[in-house]
Every structure is written in structure tokens, then in C-alpha cells.
């Protein structure tokens, strides 16, 4: 079992920039996938951004441009780091791992940007 725990999210303004972190209780090689979903209020939850291998990783279309994922595996963790935020990016922000057989997800952090 693994525990995975963000941080890092908050209140900002539009344009403003926020860095989430995700610290996994153990190694992340294994996983497949590792990255950030995130789920706005009343919506369902959605990709923003995942690695799909220890180098490679994918962007939602709203994300690409103004975030970058990036990893520390000595540090089994993944970021986020968010520039240009905007009012639709708000939500809470969750991150993932997926093995073969496996899915963790964390408790999720809270960003909100205002207007």
C-alpha cells in the first residue's frame, strides 16, 4: 500500500503561480502512470497532467503551456507547477499512481484562483 499526500495548493490570483507537491510513502518506479487530476466543483474529475513513463508525460489541452509535472524519484515525488493560473483551474487537485494492478490517490489539496 501506498500513501500518496499533496500539498502546496491555495488561494491565488488570476496569473499568479502555485507548485504542488506529491510525496509517495514508496517507490514510485513501479508505477505506469504518476501525475495530477483535478475536479471543479460539480464536475467530474479530469486529467491535467501524467507521466506515462519515467521521462515522458501528457498535458490536458488547458493545461499545456502554463504547467509543468516533473519528478524527483530519490524523493518519490511528483509537481505541478501552475503559471498564468485562471479562474477555471480552480478545484481540488488530486495526484495519482497507477500500477498494473494498482491505483492510489492522495486526499487532495485546494487551489483557488480569483478573478
Known amino acids: 500500500q501506498v500513501q500518496l499526500v499533496e500539498s502546496g495548493g491555495g488561494l491565488v490570483q488570476a496569473g499568479g503561480s502555485l507548485r504542488l507537491s506529491c510525496a509517495a510513502s514508496?517507490?514510485?518506479?513501479?508505477?505506469?502512470?504518476m501525475g495530477w487530476y483535478r475536479q471543479a466543483p460539480g464536475k467530474q474529475r479530469e486529467l491535467v497532467a501524467t507521466?506515462?513513463?519515467?521521462?515522458?508525460?501528457i498535458y490536458a489541452d488547458s493545461a499545456k503551456g502554463r504547467f509543468t509535472i516533473s519528478r524527483d524519484n530519490a524523493k518519490n515525488a511528483v509537481y505541478l507547477q501552475m503559471n498564468s493560473l485562471k479562474p477555471e483551474d480552480t478545484g481540488v487537485y488530486y495526484c495519482?499512481?497507477?500500477?498494473?494492478?494498482?491505483?492510489?490517490w492522495g486526499q487532495g489539496t485546494q487551489v483557488t484562483v480569483s478573478s
Open positions: 507521466f506515462t513513463s519515467s521521462t515522458s508525460a
Open positions: 495519482n499512481a497507477k500500477g498494473d494492478w494498482t491505483d492510489y
Open positions: 514508496g517507490s514510485i518506479f513501479a508505477f505506469n502512470r
